[in-house]
Each structure stands twice: as C-alpha cells, then as structure tokens.
C-alpha cells in the first residue's frame, strides 16, 4: 500500500535551517509528483511547491520561492523539503503529497511539525 | 491567485443531509477537489475533479459543480464525519485551498 512517512518534529532557531524527509513506499517514485503543503496551527492549508522525482522539475508558489528548496533521492525514493532563514511565520505542520495528474493529493504524509523558537 | 471562499462552520444532526459550499473566484472547470480533515490527522482525499469519489470513500460522499460554485453532499450524515472539509483547486498554478468548513453536530 501507498504510504509516506516523515521525518520527526523539529525545533529550531530563528533564522537557522531545516531539512526533512518523506519516504515513498508502495508505488513507483518517479512516477508522480510529490507536493508539500503548509498548515499552520489552526488555519488552513497552503500549497508550497512541487517536484517531479523523474526529472526535478519543480513549480512553486510565489509566496515560498526563496523560502523552500525541494529535492529528490531517487535510490532511497525520499523527497526533501529544506526551509531557510526561518521566522516564527514558518512555525507550523508541514505535510508531503503524492500529486495525481490533475494535480489533486490522494496520499498524504503525517506531518512534521516545525516550531520556531528561541 | 484564485481565492476559494467556504463557510467556516456548519451544524448538522446525525442523519440528515448537508451541503458544504466552495466558491471560485474565477472559473476552475471542474479541477475542484475536497478534502476532510479529522481532529490530529492529516487530509484525506473524498472528490475529485467536482464529482469523482475516491477509492475507499464511503457513497454518502458526493460532490457537484463547475465553473465558480461547487458542493459537498454528506447524506446522511455519521458521528465519524465530524471534521473540516476543505476544497482545492487545479485549475491553475499556485494551487489554493480553502479556508474549511468546521462541520459540528447539533
């Protein structure tokens, strides 16, 4: 079955980094984009950017280009989201999503919560 | 961008109908899709494409609309669907959700 895992909770400094993972099992990687959507505490969802395992291509939103760096490890089949210079705007659940071709979410991860602290 | 504009609550008794709403603020076709979203959980996917049920949906579920206005049915409604519903659109680049629909018992 179709599963993504993520990475654990991460508490971070402002204006520091950081990187996680979601681990693809059950399908082929590379045959389906991966998104990361952003919730934060008690709002709704925004979409941040996706990329295509195949080749890399990304698309973002305007809002979080500069902001999110989306990569792929085909062999491991692990998608990466890295957030930088993180304020406490960035605190908040951070999900990835296996992408269908109409560009809908029908599997999505656990989450990672990311609080940004001092 | 394309704004997608939900009621933020709705209270419904067990049993009955309910119609959960999502406006566009332009055309999206039918590259609407919704969303439930159970306390603590991450989203689930219920419709796709406006009226598409999803594998594993149960049939209370349905969806309907194109263009700017599009509906979410739960009929009849369970104890298990307490929960926010969210719709997406497609249509275009950047994708947006909105803002949800708190469904409460009454």
């Known amino acids: 079955q179709v599963k993504l895992l993520q990475s654990g909770a991460a508490l971070v400094k402002p204006g520091a980094s950081v990187k996680m993972s979601c681990k693809a099992s059950?399908?082929?990687?590379?045959?389906?984009?991966v998104s990361w959507v952003k919730q934060s505490h008690g709002k709704s969802l925004e979409w941040i950017g996706e990329i295509y395992p195949n080749s890399g291509a990304t698309n973002f939103n305007e809002k979080f280009k500069g902001k999110a760096t989306l990569t792929v490890d085909k062999s491991t089949s692990t998608a990466y989201m890295e957030l930088s210079r993180l304020t406490s705007e960035d605190s908040a659940i951070y999900y990835c999503?296996?992408?269908?071709?109409?560009?809908?979410?029908?599997?999505w991860g656990q989450g990672v919560m990311v609080t940004v602290s001092s | 961008d394309t704004v997608l504009t939900q009621s933020p609550a709705l209270a419904v008794s067990l049993g009955q109908r309910v119609t959960i709403s999502c406006r566009a603020s332009k055309s999206v076709s039918t590259y609407m899709h919704w969303y439930q979203q159970k306390s603590g959980q991450q989203p689930k996917l219920l419709i796709y494409s406006a009226s598409n049920l999803e594998s594993g949906v149960p049939s209370r579920f349905s969806g309907s609309g194109s263009g700017t206005d599009f509906t979410l049915t739960i009929d009849p409604v369970e104890a298990d669907d307490i929960a926010n519903y969210y719709c997406q659109q497609s249509n275009e680049l950047p994708l947006t959700f909105g803002s949800g629909t708190k469904l409460e018992i009454k």
């Open positions: 059950g399908y082929t990687f590379t045959d389906y984009w």
């Open positions: 999503t296996r992408g269908r071709r109409a560009l809908y979410f029908d599997y």
